[in-house]
């Protein structure tokens, strides 16, 4: 795992977006995982500032979200296929109808659920997933007790997830939906690189558990330890907690510059 420090979150979103910069110049029709919340929303708008610049170019890319809450309505601002939209794809060249998220409206959730697990894998897999870090450990809407080898299913949120995620609601706690259907940390697990960005002291915790804790459902960001592929970029506060920083300072100043993303 590469654990990567920064001082700004400008400069986590900038991280970020080169691992998707490089990985779309070596294969631009790439399989992007996609985060919703606010700490992707920096490299996101990196991504963004590239295409602009002629840089890179998504149109080729396809994109899956990690999770959806269930029941909010089609239109819904925090439904997370509009939040997605809105915080990247009407900022990039990636089609609209390429980018996938779980169907929170329907009728039939565990054949919604199988259905998403079949368009990922008949997509080729996901090349390069993006994560946050919920401040309970929880990846995507796997909760502290998911199974490490769950699949997408509907969970349901925890009260401190509720009430971390009603600030998007306007502060209305009761507006938050209870439950959400969530890729699976094995489902996230088959990703062939997991890019997790985190920022502000309110992550520390969660951060010092899911990189150095031990490997337990009770933080679900844990599970990444066993991954080949890992890189996790933090800004400060959000390190803080971490017992090898300056390790992971070291390492990321002597890196080769052949190694890449
Ligand atoms: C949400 C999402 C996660 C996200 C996490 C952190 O509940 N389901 O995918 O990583 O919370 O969100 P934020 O980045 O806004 O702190």
Not at 216 to 234: D, E, F, K, N, R
Request: net charge negative; glycine share 8%; charged share 20%.
């Amino acid at each position: 795992m590469e654990v990567i420090i920064t001082d700004t979150v400008d400069e986590i979103g900038r991280l970020g977006a080169e691992a998707v910069a490089q990985l779309v110049s070596r294969k631009p029709d790439a399989v992007l995982g996609l985060a919703t919340g606010s700490s992707p929303v920096s490299l996101y708008d990196d991504l963004a500032r590239r295409v602009s610049a002629g840089e890179i170019s998504l149109r080729a890319c396809s994109g899956f979200t990690l999770d959806e809450y269930v029941g909010l309505p089609p239109e819904h601002p925090q439904r997370y296929r509009m939040v997605i939209e809105q915080d990247f794809v009407s900022k990039v060249d990636i089609p609209s109808e390429s980018v996938h998220a779980p169907d929170g409206l329907a009728a039939d959730i565990p054949a919604a659920c199988a259905d998403y697990e079949r368009m990922i894998r008949d997509a080729g897999g996901v090349d390069l997933q993006i994560l946050g870090i919920g401040s309970d450990g929880h990846i995507a809407f796997n909760e502290p007790g998911s199974s490490l080898a769950s699949r997408t299913r509907i969970k349901t949120l925890t009260s401190q997830t509720r009430r971390d995620n009603a600030r998007f609601f306007d502060g209305d706690l009761d507006a938050v939906p209870s439950q959400s259907l969530t890729q699976g940390i094995g489902t996230i697990m088959e990703a062939r690189h997991l890019v997790m960005v985190a920022n502000g002291a309110g992550k520390a915790e969660a951060i010092r558990n899911a990189v150095e804790g031990p490997v337990s459902a009770v933080c679900p960001g844990s599970a990444l330890q066993l991954h080949p592929h890992v890189t996790v970029i933090i800004d400060e506060p959000a390190a803080a907690l971490l017992q090898f920083q300056d390790y992971y300072r070291e390492a990321w100043a002597a890196k080769p510059h052949w190694q890449g993303s």
